[in-house]
């Protein structure tokens, strides 16, 4: 089993920027996808982004396409988010998660990073 841990969170103003990281440690042979989601105060878990370990597909949500971008560094079992031009409706916390090979959903989730982008 894989598990993550998420790093990078804070406050910023609207309009600058911020760098999320997720460690993974454990079976990383065994990962399929990597992924962010994040979750506003008071609404649902929505999903943000992901890639694909091998290959490095990437996906995104239309509300982020243009301004964040997903990457991964495979030698350093890292997965980041570059999250630019970032408003006040971007505060949520934001977790990663692991996808293992053959599994249907994301198993492995992280306690997540708080990010807050003051107006």
């Known amino acids: 089993q894989v598990q993550v841990a998420e790093s990078g969170g804070g406050v910023v103003q609207a309009g600058g920027s911020l760098r999320l990281s997720c460690s993974a440690s454990?079976?990383?042979?065994?990962?399929?996808?990597m992924a962010w989601f994040r979750q506003a105060p008071g609404k649902e878990r929505e999903f943000v982004s992901a890639i694909s370990w091998s290959a490095g597909v990437t996906y995104y949500a239309d509300f982020v396409k243009g301004r964040f971008t997903i990457s991964r560094d495979n030698a350093k079992n890292t997965m980041y988010l570059q999250m630019d031009s970032l408003t006040p409706e971007d505060t949520a916390i934001y977790y990663c998660?692991?996808?293992?090979?053959?599994?249907?959903?994301?198993?492995?989730w992280g306690q997540g990073t708080q990010v807050i982008v003051s107006s």
């Open positions: 454990g079976r990383t042979s065994r990962t399929y996808r």
């Open positions: 998660a692991e996808q293992p090979l053959g599994a249907a959903n994301f198993g492995s």
